[in-house]
């Protein structure tokens, strides 16, 4: 099978379950943001040490999953979660919760805004834009308003831009 099919030339794409919705609508538009924050985060990824490059990679995981969700209409929500597909819920938040408590119990906290690329350090950038990215992909899913059937997505991103600004802290040794 070739990436390309052609299907997408009339303006439109695939959803899950056979529905198709043009590109310019506002669903396409967060999955986009969110499509836009892995590959952000992948590249802050390749240059963190093990532990982190650990978490990053689970965050990168929920994104694929919180992509697929926001891939499905409303009217088929329930289909999605029969289905088995990965989800994110109150588990992935709290995981999130967890790594925020972890590096504020390091000594990271919020105490001022930190000016990106400041410290010279080419990761904490890279995670910087990647709250950026986060934070607007959070805006765009919110803008779906009742076309999200899943509460804990917004605070899932909510919690990972928070993440993103303190792991780029943690890179940069402490703010």
């Known amino acids: 099978m070739s990436i390309t099919t052609r299907r997408g030339d009339d ?36 240059d963190v040490v093990a532990d982190l490059g650990d978490s990053i990679d689970r965050l990168q995981g929920h994104l694929v999953a919180l992509m697929g969700e926001l891939a499905v209409l409303p009217e088929d929500a329930a289909c999605y979660r029969e289905s088995g597909h990965p989800s994110i819920g109150a588990d992935e938040v709290a995981m999130v919760e967890s790594l925020v408590r972890d590096l504020e119990d390091g000594g990271i906290s919020f105490e001022d805004w930190a000016r990106p690329g400041a410290k010279g350090n080419r ?18 899913v919110l803008a779906l308003g009742e076309g999200v059937s899943n509460d804990a997505i917004p605070l899932f991103l ?18």
């Open 11 to 46: 303006g439109s794409t695939d959803l899950m379950f056979g529905k198709r919705i043009a590109k310019t609508e506002a669903r396409v538009e967060a999955i986009g943001s969110l499509d836009e924050l892995n590959s952000v985060l992948g590249l802050a990824r390749i």
């Open 123 to 140: 990761t904490g950038a890279r995670l910087d834009f990647a709250r950026t990215v986060c934070r607007r992909a959070e805006r765009r």
């Open 158 to 175: 909510n919690r990972l831009s928070d993440l993103l600004w303190l792991l780029a802290r943690h890179t940069e040794g402490g703010d």
